[in-house]
């Protein structure tokens, strides 16, 4: 079973990036909310009140421990990709930002992931899609430290249809495909082509390839 660890003393997610204490135990406080919410209105239903009313805590326990749960999970799992994030506070920084927390996550996703929980499956089809386009372990740590996101995108309507776009339009394929994402990771998470009238999110544009 995972063993949580103390909480971390030097990241959060505010305005500027991660400079507050404990962000660990905020997320988790916020998710803990989100959950505890859901569960109240659940339980204002006329009908069911009164046993709602005694059953809310335990029921709003359930929800949040497994949001706990997840959230190490996958800051686990970024450990795991190596020395590049053997500091458990850029693990979480690159979780907080694959899942939409915090201003830096924000300028990528927009409104189109915010403060979302973590999902280790989201997570880990990210990893495997980056070991199938031929990198090493640390190559694909190193697209996860230049671009975070790309462990929240989802894989048949992002990723790959990313690298289906550079092989056909760039024809590029194996080993050249790879160094092309080492060089600009962020390739993985272009969603628009403004085609010369700049929609304003340079950051998510072909242009920039």
């Given at each position: 079973m995972l063993q949580l660890r103390a909480p971390l003393s030097?990241?959060?997610a505010g305005q500027s990036g991660y400079t507050?204490?404990?962000?660990?135990?905020?997320?988790?406080?916020?998710l803990q909310r989100r959950a505890?919410?859901?569960?109240?209105?659940?339980?204002?239903?006329?009908?069911?009140?009164?046993?709602?009313?005694?059953?809310?805590?335990?029921?709003?326990?359930?929800?949040?421990?497994?949001?706990?749960?997840?959230?190490?999970?996958?800051?686990?799992?970024?450990?795991?990709?190596?020395?590049a994030f053997a500091d458990e506070a850029e693990a979480e920084k690159a979780v907080q930002r694959a899942f939409g927390w915090g201003a830096r996550a924000r300028a990528y996703w927009r409104h189109e992931k915010r403060d979302a929980p973590p999902d280790v499956a989201q997570l880990d089809a990210a990893l495997a899609?980056?070991?199938g386009l031929g990198l090493d372990a640390e190559g694909t740590a190193k697209v996860v430290k230049a671009f975070p996101e790309v462990l929240g995108c989802a894989v048949d309507s992002q990723l790959q249809r990313n690298a289906d776009q550079l092989r056909r339009d760039w024809r590029l394929e194996g080993e050249v495909l790879a160094k092309a994402v080492l060089r600009n990771p962020a390739v993985l998470g272009y969603n628009l082509d403004c085609a010369?009238?700049?929609a304003g999110e340079c950051n998510r544009c072909w242009a920039r390839f």
């Open positions: 030097a990241c959060t507050a204490p404990a962000a660990l135990p905020q997320r988790r406080q916020q505890r919410r859901r569960v109240a209105a659940a339980a204002a239903e006329p009908a069911a009140a009164a046993p709602a009313a005694a059953a809310a805590p335990a029921a709003a326990a359930a929800p949040a421990a497994a949001a706990d749960a997840a959230w190490a999970a996958c800051v686990a799992r970024v450990q795991g990709l190596g020395p899609f980056l070991g010369g009238d700049c």
